[in-house]
């Protein structure tokens, strides 16, 4: 049974360039999660969709950042272009959709931006 | 403003004792519970939960206790063992909404054998 899958595991890049994350959740999930993790402020949530529809948005950062799901078995979070200060883990998770539902998450992807 | 504070970033036990991980919340309209385990270089992972309508919930070694009253959330791992330690996070949902899912920040758990 297979969880959430993220792709790259490891991203190192420059200032400016594009970064894209990817996620594919697990199969029969309607709801998908990107969340960042920093040690100063823990996880956050950036956004959410459910039902391939984005629900969320209001922990996006800034416009740099941008995330669709073009269907329900796949995600793309983009950051264009990239600073420093985005430099975190980020993580995809997704969930049954019902109240209270755990979610369940992807290994992470840990990104550098020199 | 933080709605949810875990105070102690790190707990060392002894296998075989009791580890105890604690959460202070102030938000009052939290109505489910739930802690995460996360092993380094790997996400989260659900471990228990608990409703805002029972003050207790055990699933095996692990028994997570709410007093709302105190607005307070703690796990209790009974005994502990090394394949324990790991970082600790609580969370709260509020409002029914899968996005209305806010985390502390973590306790790092380490059990010696």
């Known amino acids: 049974d297979a969880g959430v899958i993220q792709s790259p595991r490891h991203e190192v890049t420059e200032m400016g360039q594009e970064v894209t994350l990817r996620c594919k959740p697990i199969s029969g999930h309607n709801s998908l999660f990107w969340y960042r993790q920093t040690m100063m402020r823990g996880l956050e949530l950036l956004i959410y969709f459910n039902n391939n529809v984005p629900i969320d948005d209001s922990g996006m950062p800034e416009d740099r950042f941008s995330a669709k799901m073009p269907n329900a078995s796949f995600s793309t979070l983009k950051i264009q272009p990239s600073e420093p200060r985005d430099s975190a883990v980020y993580f995809c998770?997704?969930?049954?959709?019902?109240?209270?539902?755990?979610?369940?998450f992807g290994n992470g992807t840990r990104l550098t931006v020199t | 403003d933080q709605q949810v504070k875990q105070n102690s970033p790190s707990l060392s036990v002894q296998e075989g004792r009791i580890s105890i991980l604690n959460c202070d919340y102030t938000n009052s309209m939290f109505d489910y519970f739930l802690w995460y385990k996360k092993y380094p270089a790997e996400g989260p992972t659900f471990l228990i939960s608990?409703?805002?309508?029972?003050d207790k919930n055990e699933d095996g070694r692990f028994t997570v206790f709410l007093n709302k009253s105190a607005k307070h959330l703690s796990l209790h791992i009974v005994p502990s063992q090394p394949g324990d330690s790991a970082v600790y996070f609580c969370a709260f949902f509020y409002g029914g909404s899968q996005g209305n899912l806010i985390f502390g920040k973590g306790t790092k758990l380490s059990v010696k054998p």
């Open positions: 608990i409703s805002s309508i029972k």
């Open positions: 998770a997704s969930s049954w959709g019902q109240e209270n539902s755990p979610l369940h």
